[in-house]
């Protein structure tokens, strides 16, 4: 037996986003290390740090024993607690400690995806601790991965793989969580529409559908008269819900139709990144 056909494609995308953050980083001298990226609060070598952190945590290593300092203003929540211990634990390697380590990591992981045998269904220890089905779990980590790699060519100014496996597997996780944003986060009245035009190397046209009862739904058709609808560029739509950009500093890539107070109250809700 093999990797399941249906975690394969999750595998691929991680390992595409692997491959392009080890080349990024591998070359880096020293300083480069601690530029500033888009992620709120981690640098060049945090990024790469919660990459290690997390992939060590698939592979079922103990977490390390560490305590944080209190002055990490970024960190507010109990799961950034949790993701920040990787973190801060390796934020005095060095260069070439931060390379090795990546390295030895991405060699442990992609021996254990190439001997992985179990059920898509199976319940792992996912990252943060939290139960989930391997499916998920390995859906997650694409994700992870891809705005992560993102965040590194922001930081190092090396565009690229906008519209790489890992792209599409953020896309569908991003629309699966639409529904909630426009029904529940943002209140969208009761049988109302809303649509999101997403445009450039990834693009989609998705209408949100609340019923009667206030549940939320998505589907590829258009609606006649939506509420509101949102047109955007892709790259945009993933720093807006990915919390990389507020809806103010989106500005005017945001287009908007319909009903303005509906519309600021979807923008500010889709943050979907802990």
Partial sequence: MSLHPSLQSYADAWTHSVEAISELVTPLVEGEWNRATPCPGWSVRDIVSHVIGVDCEMLGDPRPIHSLPRDLYHVKTDAQRYQEVQVDVRRHHTAPEMVSELEYTIIRRSRQLRNET???????????????????????????????????????????????????????????????????????????????????????????????????????????????????????????ACGRITPEGAGDRVKIEGDPDLAAAIVNAMVVTP
């Fill in 118 to 240: 179990r059920a898509p269904d199976t319940i792992v220890r996912g990252p943060r601790a939290v139960e989930e089905t391997l499916e998920y779990a390995m859906r997650r980590r694409a994700f992870d991965i891809w705005v992560h790699e993102q965040d590194l060519r922001v930081a190092l100014n090396r565009p690229g793989n906008i519209d790489s496996p890992g792209a599409y597997v953020t896309r569908d996780m991003l629309l699966a969580v639409l529904p909630k944003i426009v029904a529940k986060d943002a209140s969208a009245p009761p049988s109302s529409a809303v649509v999101i035009d997403v445009h450039g190397p990834v693009e989609f046209l998705r209408t949100v559908r609340v019923d009667a009862e206030g549940r939320g739904t998505i589907d590829g058709a258009p609606s006649l008269g939506p509420a509101v609808t949102l047109s955007l560029d892709w790259e945009t739509f993933v720093r807006l």
